[in-house]
């Protein structure tokens, strides 16, 4: 189970103490995955409370499923496909069910819900500015889930086409046209992004205030999917 296409999981050994009963290992896999499967939840939904239910929801699902995780794909991989899932279980319900905190405590340990809560990203501490996020939630949702796993959650084409079930050059266009998008609605209020088409990532946007750079979020420059072919 610990070969996947990408490297040895480094979850591996826990998820198989996990698989065998102990709760210990459940509250070490949520320890490392609950901030990153928030920070993903919180960028496709913009509302803090909203995205605590959907990763507490997903949690819930990947932990009382997890026998059926067979280790085709790295552990990250299999749980943040399972929290993308209940985000758009989310946005074609809006609210989601209530959630019963006694199910959560007793998978992954009864300190559980005070680490989620030390986990949680405030929107006003998430590094992104105002228009940055209203930019992000304005594109469509298939746009924004993709430059949400790539570009601020650092996952490469392969492992997010992974996530996302669908081709590695699906994921290189939906970035490619994301960011385009994206930086033109933030040219339309008044930042600086450059229009370069051979660099990867993110490059940095600056306003007119230059001691605000520091902490100035991020935005992908337009770089032509052909690029990425060529530097993979």
């Known amino acids: 189970m610990t070969e996947t296409g990408f490297a040895?999981?480094?979850?591996?050994?826990?998820?198989?103490?996990?698989r065998r009963g102990d709760d210990e290992a459940l509250s070490e896999l949520y320890r490392r995955h609950s901030t990153r499967g928030y920070n993903l939840a919180l960028r496709m939904l913009g509302d803090p409370w909203d995205a605590g239910d959907v990763t507490q929801e997903a949690f819930i699902k990947a932990f009382a499923n997890l026998r059926s995780f067979r280790g085709q794909a790295r552990f990250s991989t299999w749980l943040h496909r399972i929290v993308v899932n209940a985000v758009y279980d989310h946005t074609r319900r809006r609210r989601p069910d209530p959630l019963d905190d006694a199910i959560l405590d007793q998978l992954a340990g009864s300190e559980s819900s005070r680490m989620f809560s030390g986990a949680a990203v405030s929107p006003a501490e998430d590094g992104l500015s105002p228009e940055v996020r209203r930019a992000l939630l304005a594109l469509s949702e298939e746009f924004r889930m993709t430059i949400v796993l790539c570009d601020l959650l650092g996952y490469g084409y392969t492992e997010a086409a992974e996530i996302l079930e669908v081709q590695e050059g699906t994921i290189k266009s939906r970035?490619?046209?994301?960011?385009?998008?994206?930086a033109s609605r933030l040219r339309e209020v008044g930042w600086d992004v450059p229009e370069t088409r051979n660099r990867r990532g993110l490059d940095s946007v600056t306003r007119e205030t230059p001691d605000e750079q520091p902490r100035t979020p991020r935005v992908g420059a337009v770089a032509d999917p052909a690029d990425d072919q060529r530097t993979a």
Request: net charge negative; charged share 40%.
């Open 8 to 18: 040895t999981d480094p979850d591996a050994e826990i998820v198989e103490r996990a």
């Open 175 to 182: 970035v490619f046209r994301a960011r385009a998008e994206l």
